[in-house]
């Protein structure tokens, strides 16, 4: 199946810092990417969607200057959480498009664990 | 009203039984359904896809889809202790392939 790579696995930062989390599609192009965010014991919330050399577009509710998001390659999405705070502690998963064949599977990087001290 | 709802459980079953796991959706208009298995700090992994009204089977999982009363449901034949997990539906509600999720059904399989 595809493959997409999520990186760094975990973080821990201080307060007001930035932090950059990268998807990879390893072995497809993914023109369209989606960044969720998952408090524990909560589900997926669907943060932004990241396409292909164009803005994303953010969910409601979403502050997309606190959540920056680049999709500059057919291959690679960054989400930057900007000067974060522990509130924005949290589990962030993005996931990528396989159109190849069957249009419908999404594929899950392994998720970024963001602790805010 | 949520837009995709799931009993968060946990459903506790015994080891070879069948499980069923259930999932309500608000919007008429959803296109394709999905379930996938969440372990505990790992991401999601897909199970299964569905977007025609009746059964899809797939070795022990068999999803279901009921349009009208916009219903999906997922059923685990021959359980296994290695099945407990957060089990995740979700809905493509529109062309733009995102994905809308349901809070988890925490399935616990006792052995």
Known sequence: GAVVSQHPSWVICKSGTSVKIECRSLDFQATTMFWYRQFPKQSLMLMATSNEGSKATYEQGVEKDKFLINHASLTLSTLTVTSAHPEDSSFYICSARDHRGSDEKLFFGSGTQLSVL | ?111
Do not use: H
């Not at chain 2, 999601?44 to 009208?68: H, V």
């Open chain 2, 1 to 111: 009203q949520k837009e995709v709802e799931q009993n968060s459980g946990p459903l506790s079953v015994p080891e070879g039984a069948i499980a069923s796991l259930n999932c309500t959706y608000s919007d008429r208009g959803s296109q394709s359904f999905f379930w996938y298995r969440q372990y505990s700090g790992k991401s999601p992994e897909l199970i299964m896809f569905i977007y025609s009204n009746g059964d899809k089977e797939d070795g022990r999982f068999t999803a279901q889809l009921n349009k009208a009363s916009q219903y999906v449901s997922l059923l685990i034949r021959d359980s296994q202790p290695s099945d407990s997990a957060t089990y995740l539906c979700a809905v493509r509600m529109d062309s733009s392939y995102k994905l809308i999720f349901g809070s988890g059904t925490r399935l616990l399989v006792r052995p």
